[in-house]
Structures are given as structure tokens and as C-alpha cells.
């Protein structure tokens, strides 16, 4: 079984489960969307630090575009958004039919792609000309930097946050939520198998290996860098409108930006999974998860602790992460074989 | 006939230190030219002028009678005009077939073509130019797992991979184990006959750049100090004493 087929396989299996997750474990119906959530935002970072070499603590930027872009669109197709985050979204002129709702969300989610995909070829093309650690250090920044700004602008709600249209009485939220995330987390998936199928994908892993290289063999790499960004942004941005309303409350930094957070651990699932790989974010964001509501739910106080731990042990013994220790054993099994 | 590769007059400075000075030498179409030159003549940098690494000081650079002195790195490529480096590079996580098949020349092709499937441009080709360095065998390896040597061989295979005009190879021989290096020569001379590829090559052993080389030049100190005939440029005396450290 070649490795693609073996990620159809194993990704198939966790799409059919997920499928039947909601009936057999009701009670966690909020931590799974949140874990298919995860997954987009692990295979999404992967694309430019795993499989381009480019390591971004930025993303969670287009994250937060998507948060509040949906956020504020759904607001802004029956109410004025000005007025409705004065208001703190509270009072009982702000209500919400469950078709206005549908028809908001779909088009919030539509619009926050877009958005997130343009700031991201805005962005790259001012900043994907810096490599390596230039880089790493100038994205630490974008993240801090949207934050402030979300958190100075009056009209979406500044420092006290968004709070997000409610649902009508009895409307299933969560399961909608919930299937709209795996739905995003599949696409996502068949999305970026595709295009590191392409000629593309060689691209980006020659750009990961040695960039002078490929623009002296005619490459317009920065062209291919902020297309690449821009790819990650669309599911990103989507993310962002789903998460965003998950969260029901938007704080600029806690929620939308949160780079500490948020930022952190997107690069965190999937240096746990394996870089570079395309079922490596996904493990990482599955074991991720667990652990995270693992220790939040038994070792409160101490949960950062023992993050920290797990993050340094991670490093520590599975420097490639999960998957790309066992690639790298069967990679060395295969050159002994050949050698032989 | 005129030149394929004209340089100018051209000159590049670093700070205070002028590592190429007034610079004009011309290579044909068809032709197989040598640059030489004691370590630190200019000879990289006046390589890395041409194909666009950093602007020039003075002077003009024409390919194809287009002037390219003031283009990108990747353009200068999509004209026809590839070099190797004196360090290989190659995409060392990737296998060589992968190596090969992102090599493929852009010259033709917009940007959405890129997503286009990896294995419908030029596996066969890809196969054959592996056969031809003699990696066939090793082709679904990672390129970084491969010798020095081998490594080099890869870098040249890529480069024919892209078909290009002109080929400005930096030490092509350097590193490789003695015994394969007459095999590379007949290579580099295949390159040039049966593909058309014409040859612009810096090396530092003479058996090998004389045997090569239909016309080569001198560097010294930045300068262009001699120009001839293999014949002529062994028994120039400035040659010897530029060799020799007699400046």
C-alpha cells in the first residue's frame, strides 16, 4: 500500500467515525468540533512550515480575520454593526431567525476565505521575502500586531469583544457546528493532498530544501511562497468563522489572536504529528486535543506544566514528531535494503 | 557568428576589494569554453554576475543579444541559461525522480500550469538523464543520502533536465573520485554535442579543462589575463606565474 493510499485509508476510517461521534458521545460534542478544527489549523500551518520550510507563528492572523469577518457579517446582513457591539450584541432587538442565521453564516464563512486569502498575498508579499528565523520572529509579530489593532477599533467592539449572533431558541448549533467542521476538515484534507500531488507541492518541498536553488532553476519562488500562504488563509479564514462562533464570545486577544495560545499550538499539533507530512498534523492534533482536555480536566493548575512537559519530551525524543519517526525507520529499512 | 554570451567591460566590487575588473570575454553558441584562475580571481563571482546573483558595477552582459545585466535570478534561467554551483545543490529530502521532475523547464509554462500532475511532465526524460549519470538506480532515494560525487552528478542531470541554451558549470569535477571523473568528462562533452547544450566551465584541473576546452581564459586578481587555445594558455608564462604565485 503506497502512503497515499494509506492516508486515504487512515483519514477515511476517522471521517467515518467522526460521522457516528456525535450519537456515541454526545456529552463531547464541543471538544470534537474544536479537534476538527485543530486538524485544519495543524494540516494548514503544515503547508508552509512543514512542507515549505517557512515557520509561521502568524496564521493564527487569518484565524482571527475569519473570526471576526463572520462574525460581523452576520451581523451586518439585518443589524448595524456599530450599534449591535455598543449594544454589547445583548438586548432583544438583536435576534436572529434560524434562515437569517443559515444565510449569515454561509455567507460570513464564504466572505472570511476570501478576506483571509487576500490579507495573506498582502501580507506575503511584504514578508515572504525574509527567510528563516527573520521570518519566524516578523509572523510573532503579525499575530501580537492584529490583536492590538482588533482590540482598538471601536466598530467591532475593541478591547470588551464581539459577541456573536445567537441562535434561535432550539436551533441545533452544535451539531451544525460540529459537521461543519469535519466537513471543512475533509475538504481541507482532499484539498492539500491535491495540490502536493502538483507540480506545486515539488515546488514548495524544493523551496524547503534549498530556495536558491529552485530560483536558479527558473522558479519564481516568491510568487509560489505567498500563493501557498494564500492557499492556507481560505481554510483558515473558514476556521476562524466556525471557531469564532463556537466560542460565542469574540475577545480580540484571548480568542481571535491568540497567539500564545492558539498561534502556538497549530505549530505545536503539528511538529507533534511530524512536519512535512500529510497525516502527521493530524495525529498531532488528535493526541494534541486528548491531552490538552486531559490535563484542563484533571490537572487544572498545573495544566500549562504539564504541556510544557509533553512539549519538551516531544522535542526531546521525537524530534520529527510521531509520524515522521516511523517514515524516518522505514526510510533508513528501505536504504539498508537497497544497500544490501 | 556571434557570441551566445557576451560580457563587457564588467566590473564588481565588494567594498574595496574589486573582485572582477573590467571583465570581457565572449562564449559561441555550440562551444565548450573554460574559465581558469587561481583561488580568489573572480571567476565565482564573475559567474554569479552573469546569472543575475548580485548587480554589476560597470559594463554590460548580453544573452542571446539581450542585455540581462539588470534581470532576476529566475528570469535569467527561463532564458536558457543554468549554472551549477561549486557547493551541489540539490533538494536534499527529496528523492532524485523528484529532483528531476521540479527541474523541468519553466520557460514556457504560467504559474497555473504548476498545479498541473507531477508525473505528466517528463518522467521518461527524467529516467533517461538519471540512466545517462549513472543514478538510475538510485532514483527513488533521497538526493541528501547520495555521495558528494553523486550529488554532482544529480545537480548536472537537473540542470539537462531543464534544457537549457547554455550551461555554466562551477568546478564540475571538484570532490569527485578520480576514477569517474574521465566518465563525467565524456559526459559533459555528450552534453555539448548530442544535446546542443553549449558549455561554460570553471575548473581548476587542468588535465581535465584542457582536455575539455576548445577556448579558455585566465583570471588573476580580478583581471582577465590571458585568452587562447588549451596549447597556447598552458605555456603562457603569466599563466604559470599566476599559477605559481609569482604576482
Redesign the interface.
Same mark, same amino acid.
Given at each position: 500500500m503506497s502512503d497515499k493510499t494509506a492516508n486515504f485509508v487512515i483519514f477515511s476510517a476517522l471521517v467515518a467515525l467522526g460521522l457516528v461521534a456525535p450519537f456515541l458521545f454526545p456529552a463531547y460534542m464541543a471538544q470534537m468540533t474544536e479537534l476538527w478544527l485543530f486538524i485544519v489549523l495543524a494540516l494548514t500551518w503544515d503547508l508552509l512550515g512543514g512542507k515549505m520550510g517557512y515557520n509561521s507563528f502568524g496564521n493564527v492572523v487569518f484565524l482571527g480575520i475569519g473570526v471576526y469577518a463572520t462574525a460581523v457579517i452576520q451581523v451586518a446582513l439585518l443589524y448595524d454593526v456599530g450599534a449591535y457591539n455598543a449594544a454589547r450584541g445583548g438586548g432583544t432587538e438583536f435576534v436572529f431567525s434560524a434562515g437569517d442565521y443559515l444565510r449569515g453564516l454561509a455567507l460570513g464563512l464564504s466572505a472570511s476565505a476570501i478576506l483571509a486569502a487576500l490579507a495573506a498575498i498582502v501580507i506575503g508579499i511584504f514578508v515572504l521575502g525574509m527567510r528563516g528565523q527573520y521570518f519566524a520572529i516578523c509572523t510573532l509579530g503579525l499575530g501580537i500586531a492584529a490583536g492590538e489593532i482588533a482590540g482598538g477599533w471601536d466598530w467591532i467592539g475593541a478591547g470588551s469583544g464581539m459577541t456573536v449572533p445567537q441562535p434561535p431558541a432550539d436551533f441545533p448549533s452544535g451539531r451544525l457546528f460540529y459537521y461543519l467542521s469535519l466537513a471543512l476538515a475533509v475538504i481541507t484534507f482532499v484539498a492539500l493532498t491535491w495540490?502536493m500531488? &502538483? #507540480?506545486? $507541492?515539488? *515546488?514548495i518541498? *524544493?523551496i #524547503? +530544501? +534549498?530556495e +536558491? !536553488?529552485?530560483? *536558479?532553476? $527558473?522558479?519564481?519562488?516568491t #510568487? %509560489?511562497k505567498v &500563493?501557498a500562504w494564500a492557499i492556507s488563509a481560505l481554510f483558515l479564514g473558514m476556521a476562524g468563522g466556525i471557531y469564532g462562533n463556537l466560542k460565542r464570545f469574540i475577545d480580540p486577544v484571548d480568542v481571535a489572536f491568540a497567539a500564545p495560545t492558539i498561534g502556538v499550538w497549530m505549530v505545536l499539533m503539528a511538529i507533534l504529528g511530524g512536519k $512535512?507530512t500529510i497525516i502527521g498534523p493530524i495525529v498531532g492534533a488528535i493526541i494534541f486535543q486528548f491531552t490538552k482536555e486531559f490535563f484542563w480536566t484533571y490537572l487544572l493548575g498545573w495544566q500549562r506544566v504539564a504541556l510544557g512537559v509533553l512539549i519538551v519530551v516531544i522535542v526531546v525524543f521525537f524530534p520529527q514528531g510521531i509520524v515522521g519517526y516511523i517514515r524516518d525507520r522505514r *526510510?533508513a529499512r528501505l %536504504?539498508r535494503e !537497497?544497500r544490501a | 557568428m556571434t557570441a551566445l554570451l557576451e560580457v563587457r567591460n564588467v566590473t564588481k566590487a565588494f567594498g574595496g576589494v574589486i573582485a572582477n575588473h573590467d571583465i570581457s570575454l565572449e562564449v559561441p553558441k555550440g562551444k565548450i569554453i573554460g574559465l581558469i584562475g587561481p583561488n580568489g580571481s573572480g571567476k565565482t563571482t564573475l559567474f554569479n554576475s552573469i546569472v543575475g546573483y548580485h548587480p554589476i558595477d560597470a559594463g554590460s552582459i548580453r544573452f542571446k543579444s539581450r542585455e540581462i545585466s539588470q534581470m532576476q535570478v529566475p528570469d535569467i534561467a527561463r532564458l536558457g541559461l543554468l549554472r551549477t554551483f561549486q557547493q551541489t545543490r540539490i533538494y536534499g529530502k527529496m528523492t532524485c525522480v523528484q529532483n528531476m521532475l521540479i527541474s523541468v523547464s519553466e520557460r514556457n509554462s504560467s504559474f497555473v500550469s504548476l498545479f498541473t500532475s507531477q508525473t505528466g511532465k517528463g518522467t521518461k526524460r527524467a529516467d533517461e538523464l538519471l540512466e545517462f549519470v549513472g543514478l538510475y538506480e538510485k532514483r527513488h532515494l533521497p538526493a541528501g543520502t547520495l555521495s558528494f560525487g553523486q550529488q554532482k552528478l544529480l545537480e548536472f542531470a537537473m540542470a539537462l533536465m531543464n534544457d537549457p541554451e547554455m550551461l555554466m558549470l562551477d568546478e564540475p569535477t571538484a570532490g569527485i573520485n578520480p576514477t569517474l571523473i574521465n566518465g563525467l568528462i565524456d559526459r559533459l562533452k555528450r552534453a555539448n554535442a548530442d544535446f546542443g547544450i553549449t558549455l561554460f566551465v570553471i575548473e581548476h584541473n587542468m588535465r581535465v579543462i584542457m582536455n575539455l576546452a576548445e577556448h579558455i581564459y585566465c583570471l588573476a586578481h580580478g583581471e582577465l589575463l590571458a585568452e587562447g587555445e588549451p596549447d597556447e594558455i598552458q605555456n603562457d608564462q603569466r599563466v604559470i606565474d599566476a599559477y605559481l604565485g609569482a604576482h
Open positions: 495540490v500531488s &502538483t #507540480r506545486f $507541492g515539488l *515546488a518541498n *524544493a #524547503r +530544501d +534549498d +536558491d !536553488k529552485a530560483e *536558479a532553476m $527558473g522558479h519564481y519562488t #510568487r %509560489i &500563493t $512535512g *526510510a %536504504i !537497497k | -
